[in-house]
């Protein structure tokens, strides 16, 4: 069983920058960030294999960035250049094989929320 623990979330201006951290207990293939907005579908944002290869959703190329750091068994996201239609909890997924289908992730966090104002 893998633990995920989202932190980082909080409210920000447009413009500005956050950057959540999640916490594991125990490595996957696969790990990633998706996001899901009120009433909407939740949505892969971006995307780390074990190999360290990296994949990012369209909307946030350019202005996010996944990384990881295996010492201290978490998983960050870096999100610049902030825009309103980025608000929405954050979750991190770890999994045994990559995708941006959330039924390719066995373990979820909690989630962490995100508010970007205009």
């Known amino acids: 069983q893998v633990q995920l623990v989202e932190s980082g979330g909080g409210s920000v201006q447009a413009g500005g920058s956050l950057r959540l951290s999640c916490a594991y207990t125990?490595?996957?293939?696969?790990m990633g960030w998706f996001r899901q907005a009120p009433e909407k579908e939740r949505e892969g944002v971006a995307i780390?294999?074990?190999?360290?290869?990296?994949t990012y959703a369209d909307s946030v190329k350019g202005r996010f960035t996944i990384s990881k750091d295996n010492a201290k068994n978490t998983l960050y996201l870096q999100m610049n250049s902030l825009k309103p239609e980025d608000t929405g909890m954050y979750y991190c997924?770890?999994?045994?094989?990559?995708?941006?289908?959330?039924?390719?992730?066995?373990?979820w966090g909690q989630g962490t929320q995100v508010t970007v104002s205009s």
């Open positions: 997924a770890a999994g045994y094989r990559c995708s941006y289908g959330t039924n390719a992730y066995n373990y």
């Open positions: 780390r294999d074990s190999d360290g290869s990296t």
């Open positions: 125990a490595r996957t293939y696969c």
